[in-house]
């Protein structure tokens, strides 16, 4: 049996004027006016697409804790709790039982 390639979903939101993502080797980054512009979500399904991947293909993720802007840091951690949760896989090398903040 064929064992499932690792891939890693990396999340930045620290800069609340800059959301990165990156899967395995492609990457995005993406500059914004407005903090509040933010939309990680949107990132992740286009680094997944550009990948051919799909979220079930994710077999961890990493997520900057800080330091950085909290509010944005929390929306990224917040998401990765959220997908390491629903996609059953660790988030920071930790279980995905236990969330991190």
Do not use: C, H
Not at 19 to 33: H, N, P, Q
Not at 56 to 81: C, L, Q, Y
Request: aromatic content about 4%.
């Amino acid at each position: 049996m064929k064992q499932k390639e690792k891939l890693l979903l990396k999340i930045d939101t620290s800069n609340n004027l800059r959301a990165d993502v990156s899967l395995g080797e492609v990457r995005i980054e993406k500059k914004y006016r407005n903090p509040r512009d933010q939309d990680v979500l949107s990132l992740i399904k286009k680094v997944l697409k550009k990948s051919k991947k799909d979220f079930k293909d994710i077999t961890e993720i990493k997520v900057n804790v800080g330091p950085g802007s909290f509010t944005s840091t929390r929306v990224g951690v917040a998401i990765a709790n959220a997908l390491a949760w629903s996609l059953k896989v660790k988030v920071n090398e930790k279980n995905q039982v236990t969330p991190i903040y």
